[in-house]
C-alpha cells in the first residue's frame, strides 16, 4: 500500500522550500505519494488525508513564520478552545489522530514499510 505524505512550507527566501522539495524527491522515491503544498494552501489540504504530515517552518530573525504557528493551533485544538468552541469534537489534538506520525511514518516509508 502506498504511504501518503503531506509536506507543508513555510519559506521567505526559498530555503525551506528547497529542503522540503529534497525531501518529497527522496519520499517518492522511496513509494510515497507525496503532496507538498505551502502553508498558504494549507487550507486547501486535509491533513487527515494523509498517512504522514511533515511541516518545515522557516527561522528568521529567531523567529518562526506566524502561519506555521497558526497552522499548529488550529491542528493541536488549541485554536478552537480560544475562540469559544466548546464541543469536544472541536478539542481533538491532530497529534492524536496522528501519534509518533512524522518519526515513524518517515522511518517506515523510508525503509520500505
Not at 504522514?52 to 499548529?72: C, E, K, N, P
Not at 488550529?74 to 478552537?80: N, R
Request: hydrophobic letters at 45%.
Amino acid at each position: 500500500m502506498t504511504k501518503r505524505a503531506l509536506l507543508l512550507f513555510s519559506s521567505t527566501d526559498g530555503q525551506t522550500q528547497r529542503i522540503c522539495e529534497r525531501l518529497c524527491r527522496m519520499l517518492a522515491e522511496a513509494g510515497a505519494a507525496v503532496t507538498l503544498a505551502a502553508i498558504d494552501d494549507a487550507e486547501d489540504v486535509a491533513p487527515t488525508d494523509f498517512d504522514l504530515a511533515v511541516v518545515g517552518a522557516r527561522i528568521r530573525y529567531g523567529r518562526t513564520d506566524a502561519r506555521v504557528i497558526d497552522f499548529a493551533r488550529l491542528m493541536d485544538g488549541s485554536a478552537p478552545r480560544d475562540a469559544g468552541l466548546t464541543s469536544p469534537t472541536y478539542h481533538v489534538p491532530f497529534t492524536t489522530m496522528f501519534p509518533l506520525g512524522i518519526t515513524s511514518a518517515v522511518v517506515g516509508i523510508c525503509e520500505g514499510a
